[in-house]
């Protein structure tokens, strides 16, 4: 009888690595659900390209690394990849931008680097970066929720949005995104920083219809389901606590700080909990195992900075939302923390 | 002969000074957006590399060893302004894409490089050849970035070529393909940066392949590795 040796730990968790990932993939759907309620079925139609796409592509480069295929695919981190790339990206943005970030993700973050488990960015959110820089006019045209739509438009005139960039009656997407008033409108968080910038206060700019009396409208519900999907991803233990809280309590404090010393331009707490990719970017983005600090003391860090960052590039950035750059940044850095962190080993060096 | 054959080699493939030894990185990563500036600051460089080797290793024996780092920057220094005023007269179109490029052309390392490590130790016509050899390499490379980035930026290849070579050369330019988004990333910085990691992963497996084809190393079967404790 062949006995083998393995190293401690010797608990069993029970919990494969397909099975995280589809746990996460679950506790997406929440988020999911709200962002189809409140922009449109476009986000299904990018979901299942993006799935299609990350599944070629993944199946491609294996093939190309001369290893098997299905043990790579199965395990489903690229499927999570498609999951959190599609949520990113505008509804209707043309089918050629999440091919592009599929491929970019797939192939060069995480495959290029040896596979799941050594990229050192997250690949949705490197992807989401690069499809940002090449492309801002299709990555910030952002549908207003659909309540506030001139134009209504159905399933069959997202898709064709989608692959010809044109309704079936020829509005193009810049005329869909637009108001009564002829103005196409953008993000609540768009909205407030350059309301800001022509010197109304952020209660004037807060009167517009693109938002509730807290924060942008539908976008406060989207977060809010990340956060709903986030709550069973810990009940789960599929994530720890330390990076999420810490997350969110620095955001909350520097907005917080940030209100305090000038109230007129500065949204505020609740604002910034509930908007953009806060929520999504505290429990699916930033906990990603691979790419986060993986002591408790350096995840606490980590998070905290990521708050931070979030913070600082929403208010004095140039881009839409924070949260792509501030976990890259701090991807970069986590090294550095995990080694500065590195906890006592039992039996070894002194109780301070 | 076969010295001239070594220093091709070195150049071009084996000692790439862009490549493998990784120098001048920055005009490389920041001018090579097009097919047309890579060309132009390529052959700058080429033409600043021959010179101060050649001057160099004419000089070699006057020049005390202690202040040579200074009397090899300073020539340098006197060819790249010769080039420039030449790309001032002649290619001013060019001469303005590339800019602060030009004059940043003396702080190259790879040029000081050859010159400390190899022109002030051998005659001069060794060292022309060497000069002429590396400039080739680092020239290969920043044109292959630069149609690279072309293509995969704005679908195009040889766009303005008529800055550098003259009105002829706008029927050079082929589109490729046509978008109507350029692909913003290519063009920018980080797209130059991802180019040449992807260009020197290539080279690698290249020169991988090329090992495991040369050596067949008829390696003696190892036997297992012998336990010294027991787990049974």
């Known amino acids: 009888m062949k006995l083998t040796m393995a190293s401690s730990p010797h608990n069993h968790s029970h919990k494969s690595v397909t099975r995280l990932m589809l746990i996460v993939i679950a506790a997406c759907i929440p988020g999911l659900v709200a962002q189809v309620v409140f922009f449109g079925t476009g986000v299904l139609i990018q979901l299942v390209l993006a799935l299609v796409a990350v599944t070629v592509f993944e199946a491609a480069i294996m093939l190309m690394r001369k290893r098997p295929v299905w043990p790579a695919l199965s395990d489903g981190s690229a499927w999570l990849t498609a999951v959190l790339l599609a949520l990113s990206i505008p509804p209707l943005a043309p089918w050629w931008v999440i091919i592009i970030g599929c491929l970019f993700s797939i192939v060069i973050v995480k495959q290029l680097y040896g596979g799941l488990g050594f990229n050192l960015f997250n690949p949705a959110m490197a992807a989401y970066v690069l499809l940002l820089v090449s492309f801002p006019v299709q990555m910030t045209s952002w549908l207003p929720v659909s309540d506030l739509l001139n134009n209504a438009i159905g399933f069959t005139d997202q898709l064709r949005l989608i692959f010809t960039d044109f309704t079936s009656i020829g509005y193009s997407l810049d005329q869909v995104r637009a108001g009564i008033d002829g103005v196409t409108m953008a993000t609540p968080l768009d909205t407030i920083k350059t309301d800001v910038g022509h010197g109304l206060t952020v209660t004037e700019s807060m009167q517009k219809n693109v938002f509730n009396e807290w924060a942008g409208l539908g976008w406060m519900w989207v977060n809010l389901g990340f956060l709903a999907g986030g709550l069973y991803l810990l009940k789960e233990k599929v994530i720890n606590w330390h990076i999420p809280v810490s997350f969110i309590a620095s955001l909350a404090v520097c907005s917080a700080i940030g209100y305090i010393a000038a109230p007129g331009t500065e949204p505020g707490t609740v604002f910034h909990l509930l908007s953009g990719a806060t929520m999504m970017g505290a429990f699916f983005i930033a906990t990603d195992p691979v790419s986060a600090a993986t002591t408790n003391k350096g995840r606490l860090i980590y998070g905290a900075l990521i708050g931070l960052l979030v913070y600082l590039i929403r208010t004095f950035g140039g881009f839409p939302d924070a949260v792509a750059f501030a976990v890259l940044l701090l991807n970069i850095a986590v090294p550095l923390i995990d080694y500065y962190t590195q906890p006592r080993t039992y039996g070894h060096g002194a109780v301070k | ?71 090899f920057v300073m020539i340098i220094a006197g060819f790249v302004t010769i080039v420039q005023l030449l790309m001032n007269a002649y290619t001013y179109g060019l001469y303005q894409s590339l800019g602060i490029f030009i004059p940043l052309i003396v702080t190259n390392c790879a040029i000081i490089g050859r010159a400390e490590a190899y022109a002030s130790k051998n005659p001069v016509h060794l060292s022309a050849f060497d000069g002429l050899m590396m400039g080739l390499g680092f020239m290969i490379v920043l044109v292959v970035l630069g149609a690279m980035r072309e293509l995969i930026g704005q679908g195009t290849l040889f766009d303005s070529a008529d800055l550098l070579l003259g009105p002829w050369a706008q029927s050079l330019r082929i589109e490729v393909f046509n978008f109507d988004n350029q692909f913003l990333l290519a063009i920018l910085p980080p797209g130059a940066f991802l180019g040449l990691g992807l260009l020197i992963a290539a080279k690698n497996v290249i020169d991988a392949q090329i090992k495991s084809k040369r050596v067949a190393p008829p390696e003696a079967e190892k036997g297992p590795r012998a336990r010294v404790t027991s787990l049974t």
């Open chain 2, 1 to 71: 002969m076969s010295e001239l054959k070594t220093l091709y080699k070195e150049g071009v493939w084996v000692n790439n000074p862009a490549l493998v030894q990784l120098l001048g990185l920055c005009p490389l990563l920041a001018v090579t957006s097009t097919i047309t500036n890579a060309l132009g600051l390529g052959l700058a460089t080429l033409l600043v590399l021959v010179g101060s080797n050649i001057s160099v290793s004419i000089v070699r024996n006057w020049v005390p060893k202690d202040i040579r780092i200074p009397v």
